[in-house]
């Protein structure tokens, strides 16, 4: 390809991809835990995606594409540097409900206590979870994604994606109430004092 | 009581993939059918409902400054090189 015709698909491709930089900050950075670790990777997907940017067929989900190529650029060249230790085992909390806890504990509207946290105190409970989870919440809840996108972001079946994502939302929700009982926002002095609904969850 | 339960239960185990706008035709009727019936449930859809509207929010970032112009600067350097 000549210089104009390398010039031209970098501009087509500044235009359709450097809107979502913002975006894909956030979730380098949820993924990395570190901003300058979040900035190399964001590079390299940036470099991998212009490098790709012939094979991707215009029309096709652009977005979905950039996070696929984010997330093995994370997996290939990031996770082995990471050190920090996971600090929820994989398969504790698949029951816990932060709406009892919280409906318990006499707070209404039971949501506006988690909107109490910091900002910090969220964005460091979505990291504390094992990565795979992490991911599902990060891609269904933070980014928007259908199951579907999110099956072809992590590569695996969509019955995957929704264990994945059901598992990490019970993970969060104990670390965020852990957080919030550790701030005062909820008192457990009591716990299963108020008459509970029995219904068992999924 | 039993069947109400049964309707809660069901109700419930579809409760994320409902939120997550996956549920689809008569399926999602019914779980909207039984959401406006059952006070219960209906709380704690909005309260998840809104959970996930506040980790949304909390978790935004705004890109540091500076860092658009260099992700410019080294996809110009690689046209360039190339
Ligand atoms: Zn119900």
Redesign the pocket.
């Known amino acids: 390809m000549g210089e104009d015709g390398r010039g031209r698909r970098r501009g087509r491709f500044e235009a359709e991809v450097l809107p979502q930089l913002g975006s894909l900050y956030g979730a380098a950075l949820r993924l990395t835990r570190n901003p300058s670790e979040a900035e190399d990777l964001l590079q390299d997907t940036m470099l991998r995606a212009f490098e790709g940017y012939d094979g991707f067929a215009s029309g096709t989900n652009l977005r979905a594409w950039l996070y696929r190529i984010l997330t093995n650029s994370y997996i290939s060249s990031y996770r082995k540097r990471m050190r920090r230790p996971q600090t929820v085992s994989a398969d504790a909390d698949e029951e816990f409900s932060l709406y009892d806890r919280l409906v318990d504990s006499g707070q209404t509207p039971e949501a506006q206590v988690i909107d109490r946290l910091p900002d910090s105190e969220v964005k460091d409970a979505l990291e504390s979870l094992p990565e795979q989870f992490r991911m599902a919440v990060l891609l269904a809840d933070v980014e928007g994604f259908s199951y579907k996108e999110m099956a072809e972001i992590m590569d695996v079946e969509l019955g995957t994606v929704m264990s994945r994502l059901h598992r990490g939302r019970k993970q969060l929700q104990r670390v965020l109430w852990e957080y919030a009982r550790r701030r005062g926002l909820v008192d457990e002095a009591e716990p299963w004092k108020t008459p509970r609904r029995t219904v068992e969850r999924p | 009581m039993e069947d ?1 339960e049964t ?2 239960r069901a ?1 419930l185990k579809r409760l994320y993939a409902y939120l997550d706008g996956e549920v689809a035709g008569e399926d999602c009727s019914e779980i909207e059918a ?1 959401l406006a019936r ?1 006070r ?2 209906l709380d704690e859809a909005d309260f998840e409902r809104e959970l996930k509207r506040v980790i949304r929010r909390k978790c935004g970032e705004t890109l540091p400054d500076g860092l658009a112009d260099r992700v410019r600067a080294r996809l110009r350097g690689m046209v360039e090189d190339g």
Do not use: L, V
């Open positions: 109400a309707d809660c109700a039984h059952c219960p449930c």
